[in-house]
């Protein structure tokens, strides 16, 4: 046991040994936390914050911590992106207030941090988020408009507890108060495709009469389960995925309506030009919010949902590739997904 | 082979995998900070408290576990335990002062004790196995966990925090590492080496034997499991401390990584066998090998396939030595 034991660490040993050979110029280390595995949108995020690493010439390396877990798994991450030397990192955050002392220790060591996608409540860091109340008000407006201020709604949250599904729920809330007759039944996807998927079934299953679905962002997957379960399409509010809108183009002559709310998850790409600006002296303001727009299949909306659709893209990814002027880089290098 | 040459080939067997037993663990981790070293020279005071921060849940998990173990049980409720005794610590030291504080996380520990002797003792009286009582139980205590905060949240004072966070308690040391010398020193050290320690070894080995030589092994089964729940209730409070908030999900991890870590850390799942401090040591380096992967800008998830890979390394040289006793 012990020549196996000490075979194991001397192997261990070579293979780390080899692995750390790469060395870094006078170019920035960039660190990436991530939270949330197999979810088409946090994807695109990293792969938008390496394409952005490979388009500006100002990184040496980038470097993601990425796996499931929640804020002490994040907290773990973040320090070990410390000791790894990073020079910025990007944070897509689990927790509004837990990541703060940790933030406070990165910006101490004059690290630039940035949270994307979810606000944290850090001053230290810089936050360049979409608008997520402003998300949850305009899809759920359209979609209570559409039943004509009537009907059972589902709402189908994120994950209980985040950032970004507080604030879109409190966007969600806002809207409901101008429609008294609109009674709402709320569920957490977990941003899963299979809970969603599950979530879905059992309501369909239940017979409780579903008038319109507005979902935080994981849409197709409940278009499918209308059409697997051959039940007729109520209207959906989704993301701009691009699975989504070839169904709000396809199925339009099937009887399905529904608009997909921008939320681009190249605000990691931004994220990371934001932190070179900040890098490089250049003065942001500490709070950037992205505006999200509406695009519905009304025959009005088609058009801008035809050329927003993208056949080269995967179906769980954003068609919004990029947040100018933030982001440098081209459609082949996101979808390349390559960091230097 | 002669019977004198049989009997010393088998002593000589069982030696060696004892030696192995008590060295492997410690040697394993000695490689693994010398390849740390190696890889990134920079490893310095704070990448050590990285370490200690991130292991001590861990650490006291393995701890609570071995326990258990070494008495011949086994505790699938320990993940659900740390979720009760960290949601249950954030949510009531949110708004207490510092001294409240360190009252309560008494007051949760001894919650941990309570709910590790309802285990024993529904084992006991049941006798039905460990595996499906801690697992039912292990789902109760996680309902529990989500009654009690529904979502994130909670907190305890700063000060309470840097009791675990800070680094101001010795020069040499991490706060969070002397914590975890202190823990398993105080209560498990002058335990192991008491009647109470020994009863647990013997009840573990065999119990009709230590039954016969006057232990009861339902008592030490339940105080096994009692001790177990004190080192859960330690573990979801160092959570609290190290990360500053209550999460209900967050125990699930360390169900399985303490498990993970009593195997690595050379505790023979079938009792009596091994001690508490390969798994603590194997909590450090489950800890330990993240950090090394993304230093690296490895993946991460590799670590669960090294981890995985050890296990099974582990368990068939164990496998392996036994197979060599039996044999000669």
Known sequence: ?340 | MSAANKMEASSAAHSLSRYLRATGMPLLFLASILATLAIHRDFGAFDVQSLALGALPLAMAATAQAIVVISGGIDLSVGSMIAVANVLSASLMQHASFRQSLGLAVLIILVGAVQGAINGTLIVLSRIPDIVVTLTTGFIWGGVALLILERPGGGAPSDFLEIGAGADLSPVLPNALLLLIVAVGVIWVPIRSSRLGLSLYATGSDPIAAFRSGVDPRLARILAYGLGGVFCGIGGVALTMTTGIGAPLAGAYYTLSSVAAVVIGGVSLNGGRGGVLGPVLAALLLTLLPMDLIFLNIDPNYGQVIQGTLIVLVVMIGGFAAFMQGRS
Not at chain 1, 32 to 54: D, P
């Open chain 1, 1 to 340: 046991m012990k020549r196996a034991h000490i075979f194991a660490g001397v192997s261990l040993f070579s293979m780390l040994a080899a692995a750390s050979g790469a060395s870094a110029a006078d170019k920035y280390v960039v660190g990436v936390s991530n939270t949330l595995i197999g979810n088409g949108w946090r994807e695109e995020m990293i792969c938008s914050i390496k394409a952005e690493a490979e388009a500006s010439g100002l990184v040496s390396k980038v470097i993601v911590a990425n796996r499931n877990g929640g804020p002490s798994e994040q907290i773990a991450d973040i320090r070990n992106l410390i000791s790894a030397g990073a020079n910025a990192i990007i944070i897509n955050p689990s927790d509004r207030d837990a990541l703060n002392p940790v933030i406070k220790q990165a910006v101490d060591k004059g690290i630039v941090v940035v949270a994307v996608d979810q606000a944290v409540s850090a001053p230290e860091a810089y936050v360049l988020t979409n608008d997520q109340v402003a998300y949850a008000k305009v899809g759920a407006k359209w979609l209570f408009d559409k039943l004509g201020g009537k009907g059972n709604v589902v709402e189908m949250r994120g994950i209980d507890g985040v950032p970004a599904d507080a604030d879109r729920h409190q966007g969600f809330t806002e809207v409901l108060k101008d429609y008294p007759d609109i009674k709402v039944v709320s569920v957490f996807s977990g941003w899963a495709l299979n809970k969603t998927a599950q979530e879905t079934k059992d309501l369909l299953a239940s017979g409780k009469p579903i008038d319109g679905v507005w979902t935080s962002g994981i849409d197709s997957t409940v278009v499918d389960a209308y059409k697997t379960a051959q039940k007729p399409f109520v209207p959906v509010v989704g993301a701009d995925n691009n699975g989504f809108i070839g169904q709000l183009i396809d199925l339009k002559s099937q009887g399905l309506s529904g608009a997909a709310v921008s939320n681009p998850p190249a605000v990691g790409g931004a994220g990371l030009g934001l932190a070179l600006d900040v890098l490089q002296k250049k003065e942001h303001p500490h709070v950037v919010k992205i505006t999200p727009v509406v695009w519905d299949n009304s025959d009005a909306g088609l058009v801008k949902l035809k050329a927003a659709y993208n056949p080269k893209l995967d179906p769980f990814y954003s068609v919004a590739i990029d947040v100018k002027p933030y982001t440098q880089y081209n459609m082949d290098q996101i979808l390349a997904c390559k960091g230097p």
